[in-house]
């Protein structure tokens, strides 16, 4: 597929170290690039044109890439290279053209809400199979780095627990398996339970959770509801370590966890911690694919 994106205005606005892999390649591929909120990085982009956010040409925008998280619940994205605060604006959406796309990696109310009432089309990018399946693989890589850090034992022969079977329990369950520990696998569907039978784990009915814990070394959580719950954790030993992976808030009693003495750690982000040139890569490439895509359509290429 021809990447060029020779003469689409993009704005990146805010974002972490993956951001920058996304502002390295989109420049390569000849779009151009306005940068808001990278005022406190060393490094310069090439074809890029930094800007504070009342500078930005909103009525040229193509596109419109927000990090990660998106925004808050009011509209201010985080932005860990810049002092300025941001906060995207309704009416600065609404002078973009039609046709602007809007990349996030995850939604929210405010973001649905304002791609509903300026008629934008909005991307979370991680709801995407295809991104999330990439993404699993750094993910993956960063669950075995804190395994390793937050324990005394090797991975080999320990028991491992992993709640859900979707793209990231699946990537998870098998690494773990790879590298010779004893893999459990909970999920409540019976085609689920067929599939980790079929991969040589140990299957369990999600509603067993706490019958299979308890001699659990490490409870790997992937589920985004609250299934790690305080009977579940009761029944865990003292020396088990806990690692969600679920979107914020996660799907672990926390409060609980940590009243038994039980270690429990949230682990947000993983892929722009380990690994954030591959993760931007993902992103930028899905970007441009999808950006492509728009471009047929319009009958632009």
């Known amino acids: 597929m021809n990447n060029m994106l020779t003469d689409f205005n993009i704005a990146i606005i805010g974002g972490d170290a993956r ?32 800007l504070e956010y009342d500078e930005l040409p909103f009525d040229q925008l193509d596109a419109i890439v927000l990090p990660v998280p998106g925004t808050d619940d009011t509209g201010k994205v985080e932005a860990i290279f810049s002092k300025e605060n941001i906060v995207l604006q309704e009416e600065d959406v609404a ?68 709640t859900g079977i979707g793209r990231v329990g699946m990537s998870t369950a098998r690494t773990f398996d790879a590298l010779g520990a004893n ?57 088990a370590l806990i690692l969600d992976l679920a979107s914020k808030p996660g799907g672990t009693d926390f409060r609980y966890a940590e009243k038994r003495g039980v270690q429990a750690i949230l682990a947000l982000g993983l892929p722009g911690m380990v690994a954030p040139k591959t993760a931007g ?13 728009q471009l047929k359509e319009r009958g632009d290429s």
Not at 281 to 293: G, N, P, Y
């Open 19 to 50: 951001q920058l892999e996304v502002i390295r390649k989109l420049c390569e591929w000849d779009a151009t690039i306005y940068l808001c909120g990278f005022d406190q990085l060393d490094h310069r982009f090439s074809g890029s044109t930094p």
């Open 95 to 162: 002078q973009t053209p039609e046709h602007c796309i809007i990349f996030s990696g995850i939604t929210n109310k405010y973001l649905n809400q304002m791609a509903s009432q300026t008629k934008r089309t909005l991307i979370p990018l991680f709801n995407r199979d295809d991104v999330a399946i990439y993404n699993s693989i750094p993910t993956v890589e960063g669950t075995i780095m804190m395994a390793i850090q937050h324990t005394d034992f090797t991975i080999h022969s320990s028991n491992i627990v992993v």
């Open 183 to 239: 893999v459990s696998v909970g999920a409540r569907k019976s085609e689920d339970l067929a599939r980790i039978t079929e991969m040589g784990l140990t299957p369990f009915e999600m509603k067993d959770l706490e019958h299979y814990v308890k001699d659990c070394d490490i409870l790997i959580n992937t589920v985004p509801a609250p299934v790690v719950s305080a009977s579940v954790i009761a029944n865990l030993p003292p020396n």
């Open 281 to 293: 890569l993902i992103l930028a490439k899905v970007i441009s694919q999808l950006i492509q895509e």
